[in-house]
């Protein structure tokens, strides 16, 4: 259990903390919003992810964001840190948030690859989708067992259509074997369980863990 906060960071910085936290809301659905100190998501499956921003090494410096994920069933099941240092590109000059004396700013931000710290925790995030189908977390049962012809249908969205599951791709591959209202009714049950996402859908990392799951 995490020791209690002494010290809090300011208005100002979780302003400039926004930054980070806008711009990987751009690229992840679920985003609620910052309440408090901390920034939540509501992703599938019922799964809660909460950002806040932390130090650690002294009060003045804000360098990380820790993340921790958690369910109703499972509680907090999977934690991770993005410290602003290793997203920094001098070894000597690491980024963070100055934020003891006068107004909140960024110190070497310049050398701040914001860039790779957003893109590592969007694909955390994404991972955490697998995690919906963990017993713990919800049953296997709530999810279906796909058949042979749906996991090929998964496989060739993501190998053919860089992972878009678009009815009228699908339909052209595999008319022979589905129909064009089966396809629709499939697609429309796998968004409803979260296994697509909402149009434009796309195969979640939850859906491919299936498909994995399943195959001979």
Not at 62 to 83: C, E, H, M, Q
Not at 177 to 188: E, G, K, V
């Amino acid at each position: 259990m995490r020791t209690p906060k002494v010290f809090h960071p300011s208005f100002q910085a979780l302003a400039l903390a926004d930054q980070i936290i806008d711009a990987l809301a751009d690229g992840v659905p679920g985003f609620e919003g910052r309440i408090g100190t901390a920034w939540y998501w509501r992703l599938s499956g019922g799964i809660l992810v909460t950002f806040e921003l932390d130090y650690t090494v002294t009060e003045q410096r804000w360098d990380v964001l820790r993340a921790t994920a958690s369910s109703p069933n499972a509680g907090i099941f999977n934690a991770a840190d993005f410290p602003f240092a290793i997203y920094g590109t001098l070894l000597t000059s690491p980024p963070f948030i100055h934020d003891l004396e006068g107004e909140a700013e960024w110190s070497n931000r310049l050398y701040f690859q914001m860039g790779r710290l957003i893109e590592a925790a969007a694909h955390w995030l994404a991972m955490l989708q697998a995690a919906i189908i963990d017993p713990q977390i919800r049953p296997p049962t709530a999810f279906p067992e796909l058949s042979a012809l749906e996991r090929d249908l998964v496989w060739y969205a993501l190998e053919e259509l860089n992972g878009n599951f678009r009815l009228s791709a699908l339909h052209k591959a595999f008319g022979e074997h589905i129909s064009r209202r089966q396809l629709a009714r499939t697609a429309q049950r796998w968004e409803d369980l979260h296994l697509l996402t909402e149009q434009p859908r796309r195969v979640t990392v939850a859906l491919r863990a299936l498909a994995e799951a399943g195959a001979p």
